[in-house]
T-cell receptor, first 116, second 112 residues
Framework: DTEVTQTPKHLVMGMTNKKSLKCEQH?????MYWYKQKAKKPPELMFV???????INESVPSRFSPECPNSSLLNLHLHALQPEDSALYLC???????????????FGEGSRLTVL | QKEVEQDPGPLSVPEGAIVSLNCTYS??????FMWYRQYSRKGPELLMY????GNKEDGRFTAQVDKSSKYISLFIRDSQPSDSATYLC????????????FGPGTRLSVLP
């Protein structure tokens, strides 16, 4: 079973709603990621946090707002989304710089978002 | 030219067949290579993680990296209907790399 846990598994929201996606890992990883995946496409990187600091922002619209409260948690706050934002949102983690071990990227099961 | 190329399939094989899935890439600096299996509407599951060139075996799965040809492969022996999924290759420059580059994925269907 994946050790990256995402909630909720499914989310339906209107264009004026505010909602959040949550992610948790307990592998001691210090790099955490948000990816967006559309049907029949590979995951597309949105944000990377390294040691709780935002290290990569792939020019994502401001209606997506990431937050990393501590080394185990990652949130994605959603506001004023568009129907084209409907997708599978994947959280992932990897060991991060400066740690011993190998650098695999582990994904959660994803949160399927539908914007009406 | 895309950074990582992969035949999208679909690839259909009979149960018990040996499956060969492949990716080619353009950046010779990639050092770490991964294969993921993704079932429909689920997150990608890491199958294999390899460093540099060579082979790695895990059960029915063998990952092969040929850096001189910039070519990686995943072999599945004794394929099962439960192996029907999309297979994604991914690669990165370093052991703590945060820029993982994915192939587009190959859809595999194993027929009973």
């Amino acid at each position: 079973d994946t050790e990256v846990t995402q909630t909720p598994k499914h989310l339906v929201m209107g264009m004026t709603n505010k909602k959040s996606l949550k992610c948790e890992q307990h592998m001691g990883h210090r790099a955490m990621y948000w990816y967006k995946q559309k049907a029949k496409k590979p995951p597309e990187l949105m944000f990377v946090y390294s040691y709780e600091k935002l290290s990569i922002n792939e020019s994502v619209p401001s209606r997506f707002s990431p937050e990393c409260p501590n080394s185990s948690l990652l949130n994605l706050h959603l506001h004023a989304l568009q129907p084209e934002d409907s997708a599978l949102y994947l959280c992932a983690s990897s060991q991060g710089p400066g740690l011993a071990g190998t650098g695999e990227l582990f994904f959660g099961e994803g949160s399927r978002l539908t914007v009406l | 030219q895309k950074e990582v190329e992969q035949d999208p399939g679909p690839l259909s094989v009979p149960e018990g067949a040996i499956v060969s899935l492949n990716c080619t890439y353009s950046n010779s600096a990639f050092q770490y290579f991964m294969w993921y299996r993704q079932y429909s509407r689920k997150g990608p599951e890491l199958l294999m993680y390899t460093y540099s060139s060579g082979n790695k075996e895990d059960g029915r799965f063998t990952a092969q990296v040929d850096k001189s040809s910039k070519y990686i492969s995943l072999f599945i022996r004794d394929s099962q209907p439960s192996d029907s999924a999309t297979y994604l290759c991914a690669m990165t420059l370093s052991n703590y790399g945060q820029n993982f580059v994915f192939g587009p994925g190959t859809r595999l269907s194993v027929l009973p």
